[in-house]
Nanobody, 121 residues
């Protein structure tokens, strides 16, 4: 099996910064696209940012210029650096990864358990 474990969430004031991390472990042969999603209370889960294995990135418009996604392929880890945080960034942030397991031919999607980010004064 594959596990994704997130860390780095917390409470921060508006304008502050946080860095989220998500480490994948288990029976991993390779990892394709990794990404971050978020879900605010009463809203649907939305894409925040994705990054391919070669480093190509994609961001939702509301975080462009403030958030940066990166990954360390040697550590099977993806990061989300969040700067200039706003109250509307408050949500549970989820890590997602498409993983090819050892002995398998296809990539399957996996989710982390989520980490709370609260932006408030």
């Amino acid at each position: 099996q594959v596990q994704l474990v997130e860390s780095g969430g917390g409470l921060v004031q508006p304008g502050g910064s946080l860095r989220l991390s998500c480490a994948a472990s288990g029976s991993i042969f390779s990892i394709g696209v990794m990404g971050w999603y978020r879900q605010a209370p009463g809203k649907q889960r939305e894409l925040v940012a994705t990054i391919t294995s070669s480093g190509s990135t994609n961001y939702t418009d509301s975080v462009k210029g403030r958030f940066t996604i990166s990954r360390d392929n040697a550590k099977n880890t993806v990061y989300l650096q969040m700067n200039s945080l706003k109250p509307e960034d408050t949500a549970v942030y989820y890590c997602n990864a498409y993983v090819r397991r050892v002995g398998k031919q296809r990539f399957d999607g996996y989710w982390g358990q989520g980490t709370q980010v609260t932006v408030s004064s």
